[in-house]
């Protein structure tokens, strides 16, 4: 590894060790999953550069930011309002949650029976791995499910500038107020941290910056619908969650470079997969990076990923926010619209999730839905057990799965996945 990165890593304390470990499990975990597929778009390079360099040069480059007075906003949730991040200059990233790492120590502050991806970012903070959470100036929590909320009482403890947001979990109007009021704090907060104001000229442009990475996810999501699929599901996933690490609007034009050469592929009815390869919609827990078992799993296994009604897919990107307000309060209120439609399942009720997963299946012409679910997740795993009644009801095939991120169950999960495969073709 270069020797800039080394000296990078050391300033910003990681555990050279540790974090040598970490990176030569996930080029080898990438080589196997994504290099070795066939037909992948060319232009998928610009992923492969992006993971190689997921630790090396995007965090010099946040570094240089630093450097210059830019600020580093961490988060783990899709409900960080994006727009207000980028309205004061500052970057946002989502923080590695999708492996396990330091289970032990992690296991001194949190029960064993507590959901991956919390103890994934304990693991992560705790082995001196993450130059994100390093290098992050403010780390925003929200208080979603019971896991999360109490967690972040633990966190605080060893992340002193962890910030929390409140998240209601009903959708009427007084819970609209609680988050209206949540994100003028949100902003008061990145004010303060920034040093700059918030005014609607700078809001509109960071809801504009936002909007299109957004929009450059909607398109390769419409071209997901043809048949060759002209993307594996692995590779979408993949940039999926780039997303989170990125600067947006390089994102977005590499993604839409991306979809220039999947439309060329459309044309030519050249897939990542054959035609008629049975589709599935996977749908559920987030799959922070770099958690790719499953997906890899069911691709292995014949079947084709259209779409993913998640966090890290389009439960997270679905919704733009509009940006034709002139005044700060429009513009706070249209942001505020636009997050309070995420679907998660921490809501009571939550039907907008069984409309979207039944809409995603219409639209990317999917044979079934696999519903994804990360163990101890209460939320996730109670409303799956409803969902696949009612979309067995609608004649929708669906397989409901339970995993974590270890390898234990990779042999029962395949059964299970092959089976279900078998039983759609
Ligand atoms: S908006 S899905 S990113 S909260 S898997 S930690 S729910 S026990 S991640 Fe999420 Fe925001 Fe919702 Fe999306 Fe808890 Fe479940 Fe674990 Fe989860």
Redesign the pocket.
């Known amino acids: 590894m270069c020797n800039e990165y080394m000296v990078l890593w050391n300033k910003l304390g990681l555990d050279l060790e540790a974090h040598d470990c970490l990176l030569n499990h996930v080029t080898e975990s990438y080589r196997e999953t994504f290099l070795s597929q066939k037909n992948r778009p060319q232009s998928m390079d610009y992923l492969d550069f992006v993971i190689s360099e997921v630790h090396g040069l995007r965090i010099k480059e946040l570094m240089d930011k630093k450097a210059a007075g830019q600020k580093v906003i961490g988060a ?4 960080v309002p994006e727009e207000i991040v980028q309205a004061v200059d500052a970057s946002l990233v989502g923080l590695c949650t999708g492996a396990d790492f330091s289970m032990e120590e992690v296991e001194r502050f949190l029960p064993r029976n507590t ?4 103890k994934s970012a304990f693991g992560f903070k705790l082995g001196n791995v993450c130059p994100y959470i390093e290098t992050a100036d403010m780390i925003v929590g ?1 208080n ?2 019971d ?2 909320k109490k967690s972040y009482e633990v966190l605080k403890e060893l992340i002193p500038n962890l910030y929390v947001m409140d998240i209601p979990q009903t959708k009427g109007q007084v819970a609209r107020r609680l988050f209206s009021a949540e994100y003028l704090r949100f902003k008061d907060a990145v004010e303060e941290l920034s040093g700059l104001s918030v005014n609607a000229e700078r809001l509109k442009q960071g809801i504009e910056i936002v909007n299109k990475k957004r929009q450059a996810i909607h398109r390769l999501s419409r071209l997901r619908s043809a048949d060759p699929a002209p993307i594996s599901g692995l590779d979408a996933l993949l940039v999926n969650q780039v997303y989170f690490y990125e600067n947006p609007l390089r994102f977005a034009d590499s993604v839409n470079r991306i979809c220039d050469e999947l439309e060329e592929r459309i044309s030519h009815s050249k897939g990542a997969f054959p035609k008629g390869a049975p589709r599935i919609i996977i749908s559920g ?2 799959m922070a990076l770099p958690n790719w078992k499953a997906p890899r799993l069911i691709e292995s296994a014949g079947a084709v990923i259209v779409g993913e009604e998640s ?1 890290v897919g389009e ?2 990107t679905r919704n733009l926010t509009e940006s034709s307000g002139e005044t700060l309060v429009e513009l706070i209120e249209a942001i505020v619209d636009r997050y309070f439609k ?1 679907d ?3 809501f009571t009720p939550n039907p907008e999730r069984l409309n979207h997963i039944t809409e995603m299946v219409k639209e990317y012409k999917a044979d079934g839905v696999i519903l994804y679910n ?1 163990q ?5 795993l109670i409303e799956s057990m409803h969902l696949q009644n009612i979309l067995g009801e609608k004649g929708i095939p669906t397989l409901r799965i339970e995993t974590d991120y270890s390898a234990e169950d990779i042999g029962q999960l395949k059964t299970r996945i092959e089976a279900f495969i078998e039983l759609i073709k």
């Open positions: 783990f949730c899709v409900f959901c991956p991806l919390i929200e979603t499910c896991g999360k827990c987030p966090c439960r997270g995420i998660c399942a921490i990360l101890f997740c209460q939320p996730y």
